[in-house]
């Protein structure tokens, strides 16, 4: 049964950083392309990172050079840096396995002064 848990999110002030994990369980972590997507209030759930077995990586542009997208094969979990937040990043950031199409339950960012 697959699994994917999202933890780290948080309340933090525009300019300010926050790192969030995607821990996965049941799945061939090392084979398995990831994505991190957020859902904003009144919104589609759009495409924040993706990141291959071979550490292909793709970024949206509205978060290229903010954002960096990693993984750690080892303790199974994919991680999402995220610098030099906006408001407009405030949303439910969700986890998900593309072979399987699993989501985790996503983790609340929330960028506000």
């Known amino acids: 049964q697959v699994q994917l848990v999202e933890s780290g999110g948080g309340l933090v002030q525009p300019g300010g950083s926050l790192r969030l994990s995607c821990e996965a369980s049941?799945?061939?972590?090392?084979?398995?392309?990831l994505g991190w997507y957020r859902q904003a209030p009144g919104k589609e759930r759009e495409l924040v990172a993706r990141?291959?077995?071979?550490?292909?990586?793709n970024y949206a542009d509205s978060v290229k050079g903010r954002f960096t997208v990693s993984r750690d094969n080892a303790k199974k979990t994919m991680y999402l840096q995220m610098n030099s937040l906006k408001p407009e990043d405030t949303a439910i950031y969700y986890c998900?396995?593309?072979?399987?199409?699993?989501w985790g339950k996503g983790t609340l960012v929330t960028v506000s002064s």
């Open positions: 990141i291959t077995s071979s550490d292909s990586i």
């Open positions: 049941g799945i061939l972590f090392r084979l398995s392309s």
């Open positions: 998900n396995h593309e072979s399987s199409g699993s």
